[in-house]
């Protein structure tokens, strides 16, 4: 099974900040990562897919990159609604998320 | 619009039984292969089940293997997840979710636009 390990677990950050979150996975996926937010009591929200494309409506301030075992979430602008939860997930071979990664007000 | 409307979650006990339902609208159901995925309590997501767009072939993950099946009936835009045989760790919410493109014919595009609310199944005596 391809583990995902993502860092740090919960991130203190101010609106306007520029975050960024890692991904890492335990083997190649190659570009079969997707990225997700989550807020309390909500389901999750697709960002991104294939490493780097932006989802339908998403704001561009959010973009991702990488390939192979190492990926990076990165919100350019951080914005109020931002804070939330953060998911990566690989669809390479079966499907795994990683641990997640708390976006929280500084 | 794109809408999962779930039911069928509550509380058993060990070892019990519980089916739940996904009901999909918005979209042409039979094209999409759908999931379920799960979370516990305060936890990350944990990919459950997913089934193509045919019905006729489907995944576990390996926790879940010979107590649940998934399954669909096409024909009712509607998704099921069989649960037998429940443990304490099976406790979580349960969220159906839609691959994000149609016709999806390999596992390397299974990621997930549209999720349900999410129902929270407790499995305790």
């Known amino acids: 099974d391809i583990q995902m390990t993502q860092s740090p677990s919960t991130l203190s950050a101010s609106v306007g900040d520029r975050v960024t979150i890692t991904c890492r996975a335990s083997q190649s996926v190659s570009i079969w990562l997707a990225w997700y937010q989550q807020k309390p009591g909500k389901a999750p929200n697709l960002l991104i897919y294939?490493?780097?494309s932006l989802d339908s409506g998403v704001p561009s301030r959010f973009s991702g990159s990488g390939s192979g075992t190492e990926f990076t979430l990165t919100i350019t602008s951080l914005q109020p609604d931002d804070f939330a939860t953060y998911y990566c997930q690989q669809y390479s071979s079966y499907w795994t998320f990683g641990q997640g990664t708390k976006v929280e007000i500084k | 619009e794109v809408q999962l409307v779930e039911s069928g979650g509550g509380l058993v006990q060990p070892g019990g039984s519980l089916r739940l339902s996904c009901a999909a609208s918005?979209?042409?159901?039979?094209?999409?292969?759908m999931s379920w995925v799960r979370q516990a309590p305060g936890e990350g997501l944990e990919w459950v089940s997913s089934i193509i767009g045919a019905g006729s072939k489907t995944y576990y993950a390996d926790s879940v293997k010979g107590r649940f099946t998934i399954s669909r009936d096409n024909s009712n835009n509607t998704l099921y997840l069989q649960m037998n045989s429940l443990r304490a760790e099976d406790t979580a919410v349960y969220y159906c979710a839609k691959v994000r493109f149609p016709h999806c014919s390999t596992t390397s595009c299974y990621f997930f636009d549209s999720w349900s609310q999410g129902t929270l199944v407790t499995v305790s005596s």
């Open positions: 294939k490493a780097s």
């Open positions: 918005g979209f042409t159901f039979n094209n999409y292969a």
